[in-house]
């Protein structure tokens, strides 16, 4: 026996309600600018040696 996976249907109404929900308990919305990232960098570039020691 195989269960089916059922996608969730998402409407326009559950995603308005879902963001009015996250506004009033005091969420925000931030603009990100064309072509940059929302991500945080904490850590500095990660650099590998193909060398070896």
């Keep these: ?4 996976l059922i996608k969730a249907t998402i409407t326009t109404a559950t995603i308005e309600e879902q963001t009015a929900a ?3 308990s005091g969420g925000a919305v931030e603009y990100v600018g ?3 990232s929302g991500q ?5 570039s990660k650099q590998i040696n193909l060398k070896g020691r």
């Design 22 to 24: 996250f506004l009033k």
């Design 34 to 36: 064309k072509g940059k």
């Design 40 to 44: 945080v960098v904490s850590a500095g």
């Design 1 to 4: 026996m195989s269960k089916k």
